[in-house]
């Protein structure tokens, strides 16, 4: 990781044509890469990251992979990442040698797309933050709260961007969309285990 890189994701990216966020109870958005309906008849979690080296990110892909209904195969759960495929292995390995997850063969459970494009999450109603969105002060608050207390703290960032937002949302076996979480700030990642809940 160089300092340009670091530099480079806090430019504010190609802007998208991002639809509306889908509706709970209405089938969730199609898209080629992500198959959602009759996934071995089973429920789907997913799960969009900011990038790669966010504190949150790495959270939130916890709190996905160590979720029991994920671990014992109830649910698919899903994690979309904007970074490249070379810097999104990079994170996934230092993440999992971490020794936070409790499931360490967890890629039979979790699958990662990579959409450096951002189209997935155009469609899925995730477009581009503003400053208080990634500045708001409860996040400065919650980026300390998270290394102190979990050990979860900034890692190098080689792709992606800063502005870019991450979401999670719960698709039934029959592809209708029953949860969702559009954070308001950067530190709000959401209940998983409500979304688990609202498939199970």
Not at 150 to 162: D, H, L
Request: some cysteine; glycine content about 10%; aromatic content about 8%.
């Amino acid at each position: 990781m160089t300092f340009q890189q670091e530099l480079s994701s806090f430019k504010i990216p190609r802007v998208l044509d991002v639809a509306d966020p889908p509706v709970i109870g209405s089938p969730a958005p199609a898209d080629s890469k992500l198959a959602l309906a009759g996934r071995d008849g089973r429920p789907t979690i997913i799960v969009f990251l900011r990038h790669c080296g966010c504190p949150f990110a790495e959270k939130a892909y916890l709190d996905l992979c160590n979720l029991p209904s994920i671990r014992n195969g109830t649910i698919n759960g899903i994690v979309i990442s904007h970074s490249s495929p070379e810097s999104t292995g990079k994170w996934l390995r230092a993440v999992r040698e971490s020794g936070r997850l409790q499931y360490s063969d967890i890629s039979r459970s979790v699958t990662v797309i990579n959409d450096e494009g951002r189209e997935i999450y155009a469609k899925w109603g995730l477009g581009l933050t503003s400053t208080m969105h990634m500045m708001d002060p409860r996040s400065m608050y919650a980026i300390f709260a998270l290394g102190l207390g979990e050990g979860i703290w900034n890692r190098p960032v080689e792709s992606g961007n800063r502005w870019q937002m991450g979401g999670a949302f719960a698709v039934d076996a029959s592809g209708m969309l029953r949860w969702m979480h559009i954070p308001g700030y950067v530190s709000d990642l959401g209940d998983l285990h409500e979304a688990e809940e609202a498939v199970l």
